[in-house]
């Protein structure tokens, strides 16, 4: 009973094959697949380096802008601050002026009219003097022509009494 | 829904099938006899063509001691050889031509000293007498000699293929290493460019999964099986030369190499490994049953390594050549109208089955290496 030479490992390929293959492991693991798979582990290193790189460098731009925007929106915060103060003052400083010059205005409206015043009652007094004076020399003119008829000084003090009465 | 075209694929191919079928019984009822001359021109196929088609697909599949180019007889047109024989009377080496001749051991010839007899590109030690067919050979009932026969270690085909093989693989990876170093860091580029998936693959679905963290140590051995078989795959459908040879359907190379795979898992089989082969977590009077079976198991794993990989890339040959076989078989050139289509189909297969040989050699190595070096083999109970 022979096995089918198919079948039948042949000795002498087997030998060569052994042979063959287990040079062909070591020229192959020294010269091609150290290198090579060094290669591509250090090349997928560095590819995750750089990746991990950008990534790292991605967040440090998104916190420069985030920080970018921070301070603008502080910024504007301030400067709406500032413009509000500085509304207020002004308000405060219009308002003040106002007053202060309302206040001045009437001052001098209420001097003006005490001058006023003053000079209407010196005015008066003056006039008051001038009419007493006037009506002393018109009533010595009066008198003296009166008296020089007796009659008529009679009427006249009469005249004077029955005023005097009726009033 | 998704599967419904594969159906319908199916059903196309099997109606070929029937149609191919319904025209080969055809072409057989009326076999055309102004083809037969061509036909005995281009094999030497006589009569009893069936016993004959075997002898020569069987003889396409197996190692020879030339490498046949074209021609027949006087105007054959191949390269010779060496052979290498370590005999009963030392080391006798000469080139396959100079005893081919006569290839059914009739005539005994004597190299340094030793008399051999060549039968069937076979040397054997002749036997004293002629059999009654005039060979110095003794048949057995399946035709092979029983005659004894020197320790053939020939220079054969399928050497020569395994070692243009070699060169090619370590033209290529060589070539490739000195790229890396040069282009280092930057993206790939040519060959580089082309293998380097193959190259990841083998590392990221094959070594990493199976051997875990330890996948360093055996990504040397794991790239060179890969590659290894891949391109003897690809080589043995080349049908010319530097082709043609069969060398990972041969299964004396396809044991060395699941004996390479059974050497690395035997000696990393750490302490976790060898306790499931004899210490299985089975209650202690199972052992004598499945101690045994552990170390069967053992064995069967490069078994099965040898013959899946034999058995594939054999058939795949077998099919290639009985297809072609077929335009000889019915004696009619119309045939091959059909066959060689079909050659052109199942090459294109057979190159898909030549990567998936490989992986799967590949993957089961790695698997195996896995199971030797596995840290906990935790199991449930």
């Known amino acids: ?167 | 829904m998704d599967l419904s075209h594969i159906f319908n694929s199916k059903k196309v191919l099997v109606t070929f099938f029937y149609a191919v079928f319904i025209f080969i019984s055809f072409a057989k009822a009326h076999p055309s006899g102004a083809h037969n001359s061509e036909v005995d021109q281009t094999e030497t196929l006589t009569s009893g063509e069936e016993e004959d088609i075997t002898k020569v697909i069987l003889h396409h599949i197996s190692d020879a001691h030339d490498w046949h180019f074209w021609g027949h007889g006087e105007h054959k047109v191949g390269l010779p050889l060496p052979v290498i024989l370590w005999t009963k009377k030392g080391l006798v080496t000469f080139l396959s031509n100079k005893y081919d001749n006569d290839k059914k051991g009739q005539t005994v010839f004597e190299e340094k000293g030793q008399q051999l007899v060549n039968f069937h590109d076979k040397y054997y030690y002749p036997s004293p007498e002629k059999n009654a067919e005039g060979n110095y050979v003794t048949l057995d009932e399946n035709h092979i000699p029983t005659n004894a026969k020197p320790l053939d270690i020939s220079f054969t085909k399928n050497v020569a293929s395994m070692f243009i093989s070699i060169t090619i693989l370590l033209i290529i990876f060589i070539s490739i290493a000195r790229s890396y170093k040069r282009r280092e860091g930057k993206a790939p580029k040519g060959l580089q460019s082309l293998l380097e998936p193959v190259i990841l693959f083998i590392r990221d679905d094959i070594a990493k999964p199976q051997l875990g963290y330890r996948y360093a140590t055996f990504m040397p051995y794991l790239l060179t099986v890969f590659f290894f078989v891949w391109i003897n795959n690809l080589l043995g459908l080349i049908p010319f030369f530097p082709g043609g040879a069969n060398l990972t359907g041969n299964i004396a190379v396809t044991l060395m190499l699941a004996l390479c795979t059974f050497i690395l898992t035997t000696i990393n089989g750490n302490k976790n490994y060898w306790g499931h082969v004899f210490k299985p977590h089975v209650p202690w009077w199972l052992y004598p049953l499945m101690i045994p079976v552990e170390i069967i198991g053992l064995f069967t794993k490069p078994m099965a390594l040898t013959i899946r990989l034999f058995a594939n890339i054999t058939a795949g040959h077998i099919l290639i050549l009985s297809l072609i076989s077929l335009i000889f078989i019915l004696k009619s050139i119309f045939v091959a109208g059909v066959a060689i289509p079909f050659v052109l189909f199942i090459s294109l297969i057979e190159l898909v089955v030549g990567f998936i040989q490989a992986f799967i050699f590949t993957i089961l190595s790695a698997l195996f290496i896995g199971m030797a070096i596995e840290e906990h083999a935790e199991h449930g109970a």
């Open chain 1, 1 to 167: 009973m022979s096995l089918n030479p198919l079948v039948s490992p042949d000795p002498g390929l087997f030998i060569w094959s052994t042979v063959a293959f287990i040079l062909l492991f070591f020229l192959l693991s020294k010269f091609a697949w150290k290198p090579i798979v060094k290669a591509l582990n250090e090349r997928e290193r560095s590819i995750e380096d750089a990746l991990s790189k950008a990534e790292m460098a991605r967040e440090e731009l998104n916190k420069l802008t985030s920080e970018n925007e921070h301070l603008l929106k502080q910024a504007r915060i301030e400067r709406d601050e500032i413009l509000k103060q500085a509304k207020i003052l002004k308000d405060q400083v219009v308002n003040d002026a106002k007053v202060l010059a309302q206040v001045e205005s009437s001052k001098m409206i209420e001097k003006a009219r005490h001058e006023i015043n003053n000079q209407k009652a010196a005015a008066l007094e003056d006039v008051k003097n001038q009419v007493a004076t006037l009506s002393l020399d018109i009533a010595t003119k009066i008198l003296r022509k009166q008296f020089e008829d007796q009659k008529k000084q009679q009427a006249l003090v009469s005249d004077f009494l029955e005023r005097i009465e009726l009033n």
